[in-house]
């Protein structure tokens, strides 16, 4: 871990003083952008990234990139400074109490080390906690004092973190398939987490087997134009009942069974429909609503399936993907989002924090190759815009393209700053309704009348971007989008798309 993304504060500056040549610094201007950066950062580079934080008062700013963090699965070592040592029995300012305990419960493991000493070792620790599966956040609290003690270096150390299923599991997974006439795989984020895309593919095909995609699935785990591709389960219960009633054989991949945002009664499952489930994450297993669950890494687990079926592939039953509905040409959301996919590089990786496009998202923009959609799983907006960043850093030779709502910006628009700052060839989409319609959505989903005005209009997205030193055009017409478009994917700097939309039609559910 040589790229540090921190904000800084009087008890760091012992340990940022002296700063190592090889390592990097990233500065951000809000420590839930520091945060949400090293999450794209660590699931892009598939290592664990390293936070550095300023006491509370910076924790607190970070806790709902945490959360996220937390819900993604990331490897993450955050630190935070904390007062000397020797102040601490006088609640010295900017002493964090508790320090351990305020991470929790989104943290893997939290530890402020009895000795200074202890320190190098704390962090080893919290770096191989938060890299056995399932992925996850770790925190260390360290006394500014501590960085001027002597220590000894601990040993550098292997981990083979694999968990491959139990013979048990192979056999019983290997039965389900072999007794199913209409198979079904439901593929989530922990597919692409474990680089399991191919895998899947393979087995998808063998079994003719038809391909949803997890409800709010934060990752792209199976390619969207692929032939046995039948599209995203909602998080509602009955409509999941629904879309999987077909089929004799549930297989859910790397995901919950299944995640929910609103309630609706009945079975998670119909009758006669067995649900198998493979996942790296007991508590993913603990809270499954029905179903066989077995605990295993999905790699692994699904190259050791395919060494055991019949090579020839079953016949088809890939349910055809539903044509995207024609579009008329008020500037909308789809039609920006349509616009978008035309002239989108087909490396680009997406970030996406559009609330109320994200049904338009995967109608007008099929995502096809693994690794290059990320999304944050945990639903606290915030999150993808300083992602974006921390895509780039990651990845200095591909396009990233945030697709973000105008209010899910302005929880981190300082991010912009870092994106200048470092010179990223990020395309920063802005889907401006100036609303937070999946409020006004959500509501009339639900019923509900008489909430006040989410009205965000009178927001500046071009001045604030230049505020921050990116480039920002606005576009109100559909005919200008995708030279526009084309124009930011030529340019080697970060780059910011208003786009004016009307969206007064668009469904969440
Ligand atoms: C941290 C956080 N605060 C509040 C919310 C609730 N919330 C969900 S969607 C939404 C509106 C987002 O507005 P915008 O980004 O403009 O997208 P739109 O809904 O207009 O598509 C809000 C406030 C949230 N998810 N996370």
């Not at 920002?472 to 200008?480: F, N, P, Q, S």
Request: proline fraction near 7%.
């Amino acid at each position: 871990m040589t790229t540090v993304f921190g904000n800084p504060g009087s008890t760091e500056l012992r340990f940022l003083r002296s700063w190592p040549s090889d390592f990097r610094y990233v500065t951000a201007l809000h420590e839930g952008s520091a945060v949400a950066m090293a999450d794209a950062y660590a699931q892009l580079s598939r290592n664990a990234a390293f936070v550095n934080l300023h006491s509370a008062g910076g924790l607190g700013n970070a806790m709902g990139s945490v959360f996220t963090a937390y819900k993604n699965q990331t490897p993450l070592v955050i630190t935070a400074g904390q007062q000397t040592r020797a102040l601490m029995p006088n609640a010295p300012f900017l002493y964090a109490r508790d320090a351990v305990v305020m991470p929790q419960p989104y943290v893997k493991w939290s530890c402020e080390p009895a000795r200074a000493e202890d320190v190098p070792a704390a962090i080893e620790h919290a770096y191989h906690v938060a890299m056995q599966r399932p992925f996850g956040p770790t925190f260390v609290s360290i006394p500014e004092d501590d960085w001027d003690r002597e220590t000894v270096e601990t040993p550098l150390r292997r981990v083979i973190a694999d968990v491959v299923a139990s013979p048990e599991g192979i056999e019983t997974i290997l039965a389900a398939l072999a007794a199913s006439a209409r198979p079904a795989i439901v593929v989530g984020p922990g597919v692409d987490r474990d680089d399991a895309s191919a895998a899947t593919v393979a087995l998808a095909e063998r079994l003719g087997a038809a391909v949803y995609v997890s409800p709010l699935s934060s990752r792209c785990s199976f390619p969207e134009r692929h032939p046995n591709f039948a599209g995203f389960l909602a998080p509602v219960r009955t409509h999941v009942v629904e879309r999987l009633r077909e089929h004799d054989l549930v297989l859910v991949l790397g995901a919950p069974v299944f995640t929910y945002h609103v309630f609706t009664d009945g079975p998670p499952i119909a009758e006669g429909t067995v649900v198998v489930q493979v996942t790296d994450d007991p508590d993913a297993v603990a809270s499954a609503a029905a179903g066989t669950s077995i605990v295993a890494t999905l790699r692994a687990t699904l190259d050791a399936v395919l060494a055991r079926m019949p090579p020839e592939p079953r016949a088809g039953s890939g349910v055809a993907r539903a044509a995207p509905r024609p579009l008329v040409d008020t500037l909308s959301g789809a039609l920006a989002l349509r616009a978008l996919a035309h002239v989108l590089p087909a490396d680009a990786i997406v970030v996406e924090e559009a609330p109320s496009h994200r049904n338009a998202l995967h109608e007008y923009v099929p995502i096809e190759r693994a690794g290059t959609f990320y999304a944050a799983a945990s639903g606290s907006l915030g999150w993808a815009l300083p992602a974006a960043v921390g895509a780039a850093l990651a990845r200095p030779s591909r396009r990233i393209v945030a697709i973000l709502g105008d209010g899910s910006s302005m929880y981190a628009i300082t991010a912009l700053w870092t994106a200048a700052r470092f010179a990223l060839p990020i395309t920063f989409v802005i889907l401006d309704n100036a609303s937070y319609a999946a409020m006004n959505q959500f509501g009339r989903f639900l019923g509900f009348e008489g909430m006040p005005s989410f009205d965000l209009a009178g927001l500046d997205f071009v001045r604030a971007a230049e505020a921050f030193g990116v480039r920002g055009v606005r576009i109100e017409l559909a005919g200008d989008l995708e030279e526009a478009f084309r124009a930011c994917f030529a340019s080697p700097l970060p780059t910011l798309v208003d786009v004016a939309v009307d969206d007064a039609a668009a469904t969440i559910y």
